[in-house]
């Protein structure tokens, strides 16, 4: 994977809703500030991705179309929620925050 990517979900040759529903569980599952990147060849889906997630939800790091093998590449950032840090997801081991 690349550098600073903890998942990836390659959809070349996955239809539009499956494409959808699986960015849609990975990055519910995924932690604020992780990052996902998503390999898909329907220029739809490259489309479509942005009207299923909320716009604050992400941050976009890479998009790019990569001619010579007939796909794209993105890349997002899932943002913080309002008011919360890295440093405010920090607990020891009872649960509590540190």
Do not use: W
């Not at 990517?5 to 960015?23: C, E, M, N, T, Y």
């Not at 941050?59 to 179309?65: A, C, D, V, Y």
């Amino acid at each position: 994977m690349g550098e600073g990517i903890q998942h990836r979900l390659d959809l070349r040759g996955a239809i539009i809703p499956f494409s959808l529903l699986k960015v849609s569980q990975v990055f519910k599952i995924i932690k604020p500030g992780e990052q996902l990147e998503i390999l898909c060849s329907d220029p739809d889906t490259r489309n479509d991705l942005f009207k299923i997630l909320p716009e604050s939800s992400y941050e976009l790091t890479l998009m790019e179309e990569l001619e010579e093998d007939y796909f794209y590449r993105i890349q997002l950032k899932k943002a913080f929620k309002s008011g919360e840090s890295k440093d405010a997801r920090k607990v020891n081991v009872d649960g509590r925050r540190i």
